[in-house]
């Protein structure tokens, strides 16, 4: 599974918006406030990861797609984009 640019961008988003909600002590009105807008950024980033999931092609058909390529002889992934994909995939092992 390919993560993209904006998929590492949004990750990396949410985890500074906690990181700077969770910096200071607010008071108690200003903190109830400040939670209430934290769990709706929260629900929209899970509403934006789940429908970008939901959009992804299925991995049979992405497996199939590059055994086709592999077989053609078409499929020459340069070094940069296999360097992309191992820290993708780095970053993402991280996440969980």
Request: net charge negative; charged share 30%; hydrophobic share 45%.
């Amino acid at each position: 599974m390919r993560i993209s640019d904006e998929e590492v961008k949004k990750l990396l988003g949410g985890f500074a918006a906690v990181n700077a909600e969770t910096s200071t002590v607010p008071t108690n009105a200003l903190s109830a406030e400040l939670d209430a807008e934290a769990q709706l950024r929260e629900q929209d980033l899970v509403k934006s990861v789940t429908s970008d999931v939901v959009n992804m092609p299925d991995r049979e058909e992405m497996i199939a797609a590059l055994k086709a390529r592999i077989a053609a002889g078409t499929y020459a992934p340069s070094a940069e984009e296999i360097v992309d994909g191992m820290i993708r995939r780095a970053i993402a092992d991280r996440a969980r």
